[in-house]
């Protein structure tokens, strides 16, 4: 349900004629079925997405939300300009909304643009806690029809679960989607996927990964597939309003009527550009233009940059012309030194004008440099005024489309301009946006340089800057008056969407002055951007990456303004990862012996229980702590307690070092109480998606071997060779 309040109505100039526009929302559950599965989901005002929401600037804009859910939940006003306590963020400067109470969400609209709302509660979004937000010029007339767009992925999966098995197992997901990058995948790719791997393997890196999570949909406005009719009135083009409301999945979007006009991102308008293929990063959003065909319904296609799926909205009346298909993706030709884009054989980028290259985007196959003689103009859009309705369910008129009747008639808008060169074949990174007008800081701040390396464990599912994670070091303190310029390093194999509250931050690009303003940037494996931004703000905004994911297992942080921060230990406990310890079970059962371990993990500690048996009267019992100093290196300490064969009960204490090797070997390093060393060797190669080999030694001679075959992401059939308990078939799973 939502209403709207108008003020002053007759009474005022157009311009000063600001209203309070009011909504108000349950959050609830409605059933849906993405997939053909019945499934339960979250809903506000019984909609996945929620509704948009219309406003101008200089309106209030008051939301009341009513929680009629069993469970916590928040909203968070993404992208938008506004009091800090009205931000939504759980505990840091919004109280959560508790299950049967209600909220009120009011703030001035202070800019223009397209935006977004969700949940910044556990997982909410992943089950569909997002809406879209629309914020106009006061005085301005759409003149073109227009449509929002948002995506979002879907798993039919509890989020929570999805999460639980991220921490058990990491190639889970890629299992399911038959992601699993064996050997025999690397070979058949040939020798610079061979040359890629050993590289990476050398160096400890881990292949390169598109995507944490298989979806099992992706929606567009909440459907696999959806239509838009024809405007009313005739126009050339639509303007069409993306967003990224996904939970952790970029998109690739491609429209079949030709290039699309990038004239926004983030909601800040640019110069406008023609691109064919759009990258949008997870919460990002872009505003573009896309022409019409009378007769045709013609596809904007948003497929999941793992290849995996895609989401369809025609837009149109008549005869249906789909979007092209995608390339799947080679991650075996993505190497950590190469090309993280998907267009391989693009030209590199000219850095023709003078401008410092400084923002490094890793190397992006954006060419955006406009030598293509052969690039047409854009044809200019259809004029305005009879064309001005607006169109789609979600697109009622709004107050500004009432002042703006008796206001003179606007200037152009930037959106009028011809896109300039070249059509961008794949839009991956910021080096071709150009901002609308000057984003420079304000001169004679003092500056504070802020180095964030981006890092990660795969292996542990653990996501950090700096090597650590939130809970362990929640805050970066900055001071208002500044000009704040983040250094973002990533040291990953992963993209990583970053989100930072209350602030539009400068992407600092070859073009200088004009570099574009954003809220959301996303850094590519491997790769390097510097953003920077006006510290002009107080007290403490969120900065963590919008992977939920990601955000929930440690890489955020608090940006806290030094003189004024409301940020205590106990209130960083609360917001940061709202699950500290995972488990992990593992059993072998096998025809010569039974192996039982059971882990307890957080981001640092990790304890570990093992019992070895065999069928006569030996055993291994070990109780050991782990801790995780990085990625490579843990240390351990513990007790063994043997029984073998006859022999005396046999109980030391041991204590060592883990530590990964080049090639990915992981050694351990141990003495024990009775001054004994000893080193082992271990490791797993996945020769094809279901054939693993599996081997140890060590320096006590002892040696296992052997095979599993595996048969789902959780169980295998394996042969093993032990020196201590002899050759054996059997099966490990774990849970
Ligand atoms: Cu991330």
Known sequence: MSFRMFCLLSLCPAVLCAETVSYEFDIGTIQRNFTGTPVTVLAIDQQVPAPTLRAAVGDTLRVTFHNRLEVNTSVHWHGILLPGDQDGVPY????????????????????AGTFWYHSHTDLQIQRGLYGGIVLRERDSVEVLPEQVVLFSDWTDEEPDRVLANLKKSDDFYAWKKGAVQSWDRVIANGAPALRTRLDSALSR????????????????NGTTSSRVPSPAAAAGQMKLRLINGSTSSYYDVEYAGGPMTVVAADGQDVMPIRVQRLRISTAETYDVLVPLAAGQSLELRATSIDGTGYSSVYIGDGEAIAAPDMPPPNLFLM????????????????????????????????????QNPEAMPMPMPAPGGAGSTLVGEDSPPTAADAHSAHSAPPPPMPQMAPAMGAVIPHLTDYEALIAASPTTLPQGQSWRDVHLTLSGNMERYVWSFNGRTAREDPQVLIRRGENVRFHLSNDTMMHHPLHLHGHFFRVVNRHGERSPLKHTVNVPPMGQVVIEFDANESQDWLFHCHNQYHMKTGMNRVISYEESSLLTPAIAAQIQPYQRWFSLSEFHLMSSFMDYEFTLSDERH??????????????????????????FVAGFAGIESRQHHHENNHDIAVAGLNITLPLMIDSEWRLDDHGEFRLELESELQLTRQFGFDWRWNTDNEYRYGFNYRLSNRFSITVHRDTEYGDGIGVQFFY
């Open 205 to 220: 890196m881990g292949p390169m990964d598109l995507a944490d999570v298989s979806y099992d949909a992706f929606l567009a």
């Open 92 to 111: 840091l400067n919004t109280q959560p909304i508790a299950p049967g109470a209600s909220h009120t969400f009011e703030f001035p609209i202070l800019h």
């Open 335 to 370: 190497g950590h030194d190469m090309d993280m884009g998907m267009d391989m054989d693009m030209e590199p980028m000219a850095m023709g004008d003078g401008m410092p290259a400084n923002s490094g985007t890793g190397r992006g196959d954006t060419d955006a440099t406009g």
């Open 606 to 631: 990790s304890f570990d229980f093992e019992l070895d048996a065999d069928l006569s009267d030996t055993y291994e019992l070990h109780l050991f702590y782990n801790y995780h100093f990085n990625r």
